[in-house]
Each structure stands twice: as C-alpha cells, then as structure tokens.
C-alpha cells in the first residue's frame, strides 16, 4: 500500500497557511499503527489497492486532525517529541485546521464511490467524539469511571476511527469474504490493548517520556486504566486522588504516585489486563484463520510486559516483506512463517 501519505496537495497559497498546523505534525515520524492495522486486515479482506490507499490515507488523515485537537483538550507539552502543535500556531488555527481536515477527510472518503460511506463515516465520527467527550467530563469533574464504563469508552474512543477504516475495507470485500470474517470481537479487543498499553506506558516507558513527558496522565489529571483501579479499589486511601487533582508537574510527586501504584497493585493489574487482552487478541485471530501481519504487530505491542526494564520501547514493525498481502497469497504461494505459533510466542 503504498501513497504519500495523506500529503494535502491540491490547495492553493491559503490553504496552506490554514493547514500548517496539521503539515507539522503530520510530517513528525510517528509509530503508523492505524495504516499498518489496516494492511493487516487487508490480508483477509482482500480489497483493491486503489480503495486500500484512499481508506488508509483518510483514516490516518483523521488520526492526525485529532491529535491536535487531543493536545489542546489535555494541555500537552510535548507530541512525538517535539513541541505541540498549538504551542506554535497557536490554538484558534490549531482547531481550525484539525476540523478542517476533518471535512477534507469527508472529500476524499466519498471518492470510495459506495453508498454506505457517509453514514460509517458519521457514525464512526460520532463514536470517537462521544468516547473522548465521556473522557473529558470524567477528568474535569474529578470522577472515576467504573472499569466497565472505562472500558466502553475506550473501545468507542480508540475504536472509532480503526473500525471505521475496517467497516470502509468491507464495503469493497467480495461476498464470500465478508461472510467469512467477522471482527465484532477482534476490533473491540485491539482497541483495549491499543489504550490499556497506552496508560501502562504512560507511566512506566523511558520512550513515552522522552516523546511527552514523564507522567503526562498524572499532569492531565486523566482516570487512567492504573488509576481508576487504584482508586476504586482503594477508596479510603485518597492520596492518589488528591495528587491527580493537582494537575501536578512535579516528577518527585509524580515518582511518588507511582510507586503508590505499584504498592496498591495496580500497576501489575494492567500488565496482566494487557497480557490477557493480548491472548485473547491472538485466540481470536487465530479463530479467523490466522494473520501473519497482524500477530507480528499484537507481538510487538505486548513484548513491552515481558521486559523487565520496562522500556516500552517499539521495535520495527515495518518488515512488511516478510508476509503475504492477503489470505489468497498465502494459500498460494510457498512461504515460510517467520513467527512460531501462537502458544510457543506468547509466554506468560
């Protein structure tokens, strides 16, 4: 799949200076999960490379307009290690922009051609709002949301925009193939892994400070998984609670919140909720046939809770080569699994 990238390019001086905010951080290198997500369901979906490259330019097109607004929501210093958008631009233009792309997202989505693409696109869009509006209100109002309630939204936040690029990839699968696959339990699973890391990482990833800053969660004031846990399992210990109501930047309190994490448990509860996020990923795709691709990024996203340095570091996840594009490739061609099977892999 190969495009540049969403790259804006049929617009004239004006637009230019409209979408500057959005051509920064579009042009700072991040991780590509969503367009490599997406080539990973491409192995069983099968759709053509034309619709393949427009769905995953606008999916990661809305990724990007929604880290900007994302920033200036939370008050962030720091994205992919370099100064936040709107701490340039400034925040009018930022959100300007952020919606702008939004609409030109819109545009190009309904290039598709099919007649179900604005009603996903809405729905989808709606989802991703309401998941991250529920977010908000829990941190500004100081409550914490049940693990369930926690879990919903994740899964219509982080969900939103990736099963909206799934739901477009099978608008242009054939029949059989749509009969075939079903994902209502894949897609929920991965979005929890995606966020649930996401927190564990926040916290405890050398790689995560270096590109926001150490403990931004803290500083946000965001119920986190680590914390809502904490703090609804230990209700009559309320020194948690009051530091995240500081909104604090200092690392000794932010260092000390940790360790609390870790004494009251709740730091191992994420990593075993992400373990077992991640066996039940791979039980699902091994009961979709098997995935190759999609394993090799699940492996390397859950390799961070068999480290014990806890680094979180990523590792490459670009040896695309190495896998058959679809499920008919691998059927067809002789070719040789460079992953050993799921139950040798994925030690616990």
């Known amino acids: 799949m190969e495009s540049n990238e969403c790259e804006i390019t049929d617009y004239n001086q004006e637009n230019r200076i409209l979408l500057e905010p959005y051509e920064y951080i579009r042009t700072i290198p991040g991780k590509q999960i969503r367009p490599k997500l997406i080539k990973a369901f491409n192995f069983w979906l099968n759709i053509p490379e034309d619709k393949l490259i427009v769905i995953g330019d606008l999916v990661e097109m ?7 607004i994302d920033d200036i929501q939370d008050n962030s210093k720091l994205r992919r290690g370099v100064p936040v958008a709107h701490n340039i631009y400034g925040v009018p233009l930022t959100i300007n922009a952020a919606n702008y792309i939004y609409f030109l997202a819109m545009q190009k989505a309904l290039t598709l051609q099919h007649p179900d693409v604005t009603q996903i696109f809405v729905d989808q869009m709606l989802e991703l709002h309401h998941g991250q509006g529920m977010e908000i209100w829990w941190r500004d109002n100081f409550v914490a949301p049940s693990e ?80 809502l846990h904490a703090i609804n399992t230990h209700e009559a210990d309320t020194r948690i609670i009051h530091i995240l109501k500081q909104r604090t930047q200092d690392v ?97």
């Open 148 to 227: 369930d309630e926690y879990r919903q939204m994740v899964i219509r936040k982080c969900g939103g925009l990736f099963n909206l690029g799934v739901r477009f990839m099978e608008l242009f699968a054939s029949n059989e193939i749509r009969l075939k696959y079903k994902f209502d339990r894949l897609c929920p699973l991965l979005s929890l892994l995606f966020q649930i890391r996401d927190d564990y990482c926040n916290l405890m990833s050398k790689e995560y400070t270096n590109n926001k800053s150490y403990c931004e969660d803290l500083t946000e004031g965001k119920f986190s998984f680590p914390i």
């Open 62 to 68: 809305l990724h990007n307009a929604s880290l900007l």
């Open 252 to 348: 000794e309190l932010k260092r000390y919140c940790v360790q609390l994490l870790h004494e009251v448990g709740s730091i191992e509860y994420t990593r075993q909720a992400c373990i077992n996020l991640g066996k039940q990923v791979f039980d699902e795709i091994h009961a979709l046939g098997g995935n190759s691709y999609l394993e090799n990024i699940v492996q390397n996203l859950v390799e961070v809770f068999h480290n014990d340095s806890d680094s979180g570091n990523e590792q490459d996840m670009e040896n695309n080569d190495k896998y058959p594009a679809t499920q008919n490739d691998q059927n067809n061609k002789s070719y040789k699994k460079p992953l050993t099977s799921t139950e040798s892999r994925y030690k616990i």
